[in-house]
């Protein structure tokens, strides 16, 4: 289902050339609302170095069709619930990433504090000892990385030292706390988690039923929302975008929901882990665009000074971007402990990390600070899932898939870089 | 015109360490008036409106409201006495389109956090228009893309949103081309149409002779004098930047001590 976030830009972006033909469109009262119009700026929008999530969507495609090509089971049901059920906690600690990255600040910790909170978790839950209901254990887990955010955010701005070197000790640290905890509490190294709950994280899927509940529900809540959103701006004489747009776009999402579901269900189904990927996707969303908090977060990612001036409490919201972060993190560790049933002495370890930092920039999320969106968490970790998950099948050694991986993050932050020259550049008029 | 100021400041100093940035500094602007403030570097302007501003407090000296002492110690207090400032670098978010950017700090929201984006759209293309900005495309583009007068117009606009009643610009033509500066003084002409007090900043005497109604020169960090426009000459103000008489020589502060005189020598130029 998760899906149908990034679907739902390839609609757009795929709608241009066929909306683009038929201009006999009946013209809305004002011009400015029509959709030639709109679909004109969206244009010089993506000319002045605006591409949004185009790029992305586009290399999605090429990479679906390469694997494919190469492999006959990358297409198949199993593998699809797989890529699925991998991608969601990378996803979400992505979307704390992304959080830090708008600020033009880097959390290097989120590996090993996601594996703070799966072995807290663990530790809490061994049967009789102190056996906590999965609740708590949960709970207190995703307290202690947001606490650790909340130290590391600290530090940052009341010391004023880099995040760059107080999250690099973090990473050290953290890391050094998972050992301790993992050797302390087994001899073999493993914790194993018998909670069916915290099991089911990861491996219980939604039924059939409930997998088409999700997608009618989020088709129906988009369209919902699109549609005040532009009868408001209408109202108020502002441009807004036009129905047969939003018509095409709702109806785009519906397509590829479907999709997603049918496929999904042909196999076990939607992942419980997949649903709380969206649910997360759209609340974080909804916090970086809607909200004032968000606002201030761009602020300050693209002009601290001016954040300031304006009387936001600049520290008060990097503070709270790393507690995002960490919690995140946490969140993710969890769902990572969930997916192996167990945490062990190298969590958080391998390449989490730079996946997760990866797959933020390559989703679109600006290094620089100030651009970027939640979903470019989704998009991001879908290419390097992907990418990992086609390779494997295709029995590469991981030299080649880090290779790749990296070439794939390099042209990445190439056309960030070059995109924002063009932005500053260029400028529209 | 108005014979009280709307804002004042009476005999205000400030000191950075060793440093006398500030010597019993007179200031006044009039509702509907432009007073432009005129001094070569390290006269003391930014001083004077930073401590106006609220990001410097000043050592002593007093800042009065209509007459009424007020008490400003950071930039909220400025802004809650109806002081704006929009500075040489205008303070804005390149990656935020321009309602973002007008409302600032201060966003509109439903539900007590929701921002409600079209009121606040709808409120930018009101202000924008009442100040005969018309230059901009789209209110929702970024600021990345606008040139330096449609910055300008943006940072003013922003200043004027919130009932201010003093708006104070610093060096707003300073990186502008011909036809930029010209929209840009229009629109200078224009805040006073709306009773507002204007202080300008300048290097530029064309500028200040355009728009200004009165000049306060600061030389040194004292004053040296206040000139009506319309009676003097680019030639005096510039003799009075450059050469203006001081009360109090530089380099001989402890000598001097506080007691010197306490008016500049030259405010008989003033009216």
Known sequence: MSTGQETEIAAVSAAVPEEALPAGQPAEDAPINSV?????????????????????????????????????????ERNFTN?????????????????????????????????VGGVTMTLLLRPGDPGWPWWAAVAVALVATTAIGLLQGLVVTKAGVPSFVVTLAGLLIWNGVVLLLTTRYSTSGTIRIQDPTVRGIANNFLGDFWGWVVGVVSVVGYAISQIRTSRTRRARGLD?????????????????????????????????????????????????????????????????????????????????????????????????????????????????????IAAAVIGGTSLFGGTGRVVSALLGTLVIASIANGMGLLNLEQAVQFIITGLVLL??????????????????? | MADQPLLACRAVSKAFGAVQALHRVDFEVRAGEVMALAGDNGAGKSTLIKGIAGIYTFDEGQILMEGRPIHIHSPRDSAAAGIEVVYQDLALADNLDVVANMFLGREKTRLGRVLDESSMEHETQQTLESLSVTTLRSVRQTVTGLSGGQRQAVAVAKSVMWNSRVVILDEPTAALGVAQTRQVLDLVRRLTERDLAVVLISHN?????????????????????????????????????????????????????????TEPTQTGATE
Not at chain 1, 270 to 294: E, N, Q
Request: charged share 15%; net charge positive.
């Open chain 1, 36 to 76: 030639a119009e709109y679909l004109r700026r969206w244009w010089q929008r993506v000319r002045a170095g605006d591409l949004g999530s185009l790029p992305i969507v586009l290399g999605l495609v090429v990479i679906v069709l390469v694997f494919g090509s190469l492999d006959d089971t990358f297409y198949t």
């Open chain 1, 83 to 115: 890529l699925l059920v991998q991608m969601a906690p990378f996803a979400t600690i992505a979307i704390g990433v992304v959080f830090v990255l708008l600020l033009g600040e880097i959390d290097l910790s989120v590996a090993y504090v996601s594996a």
């Open chain 1, 240 to 356: 807004a975008k036009p129905l047969p747009i939003i018509a095409f776009q709702v109806i785009g999402l519906a397509v590829v929901a479907a999709a997603v579901i049918s496929f999904a269900n042909r196999d076990r189904g939607i992942p419980i882990s997949s649903l709380m990927l969206l649910v997360l996707l759209v609340f974080w969303t909804f916090v970086a665009s809607r909200l004032r908090f968000g606002r201030h977060v761009y602020a300050v990612g693209g002009n601290a000074e001016a954040a300031r001036r304006a009387g936001i409490n600049v520290d008060r919201i990097r503070i709270f971007v790393f507690m995002i972060s960490g919690f995140m993190a946490g969140l993710g560790g969890v769902m990572f402990a969930s997916r192996l049933r167990s945490v062990a002495t190298n969590t958080g370890g391998g390449n989490l990390l730079l996946s997760v």
């Open chain 1, 411 to 429: 042209a990445a932050v190439l056309l960030d870089a070059v995109s924002k020259h063009r932005r500053a550049g260029l400028g529209l008029t």
């Open chain 2, 205 to 261: 005497l064309h500028d200040i002779f355009e728009v200004a109604d009165r000049i306060t020169v600061l030389r040194l960090g004292q004053n040296v004098g206040v000139f009506q426009t319309a009676q003097t000459t680019q030639q005096e103000v510039v003799q009075a930047i450059a050469a203006g008489t001081l009360s109090r020589v530089p380099g001989m502060v402890d000598a001097d001590g506080p007691d010197d005189a």
